[in-house]
């Protein structure tokens, strides 16, 4: 299966903490582990304290969800990125957060970062609207 196209959003940076956004466009988990595999080739994305993913695949066969998430030790990071992917109810798409540790705990505030990045990466490719 060929590498399906990966986009990049914009950071946001608070107390020293950088987050950045990055997009594809999946439809089997074997494309995710492709794009994340690409992704960690990356030293910058590779040497991110967390990268914190979530994936929703449809599969119209059997009317279900193909989903999963992943915290990379951002406690609960990635079951809440996952529930951002449920609420848009986007399809067929890997979120991945990469987060570069500034030094200065954020507290509850990395969660908002997290999920405002993925959703404006979401709005930017056009998965999720502004409303």
């Given at each position: 299966?060929?590498?399906?196209?990966?986009?990049?959003?914009?950071?946001?940076?608070?107390?020293?903490?950088?987050?950045?956004?990055?997009?594809?466009?999946?439809?089997?988990?074997?494309?995710?582990?492709?794009?994340?595999?690409?992704?960690?080739?990356?030293?910058?994305?590779?040497?991110?304290?967390?990268?914190?993913?979530?994936?929703?695949?449809?599969?119209?066969?059997?009317n279900s969800?193909?989903?999963?998430?992943?915290?990379?030790?951002?406690?609960?990071?990635?079951?809440?990125?996952?529930?951002?992917?449920?609420?848009?109810?986007?399809?067929?798409?890997?979120?991945?957060?990469?987060?570069?540790?500034?030094?200065?705990?954020?507290?509850?505030?990395?969660?908002?970062?997290?999920?405002?990045?993925?959703?404006?990466i979401l709005?930017?490719?056009?998965?999720?609207?502004?409303?």
């Amino acid at each position: 299966e060929e590498l399906p196209l990966i986009k990049h959003g914009e950071t946001i940076t608070d107390r020293r903490s950088t987050f950045q956004p990055h997009l594809a466009a999946v439809v089997t988990p074997k494309q995710v582990q492709r794009v994340l595999n690409h992704l960690y080739e990356n030293k910058k994305i590779a040497s991110a304290t967390h990268n914190i993913y979530a994936y929703r695949i449809y599969c119209e066969d059997k009317n279900s969800f193909l989903q999963d998430c992943e915290d990379d030790g951002e406690t609960a990071a990635g079951g809440r990125l996952l529930h951002l992917l449920q609420i848009l109810d986007v399809r067929n798409v890997l979120v991945v957060v990469s987060r570069w540790y500034g030094g200065i705990l954020l507290g509850p505030d990395r969660f908002k970062h997290i999920n405002n990045c993925a959703r404006n990466i979401l709005i930017q490719e056009g998965y999720a609207d502004t409303s």
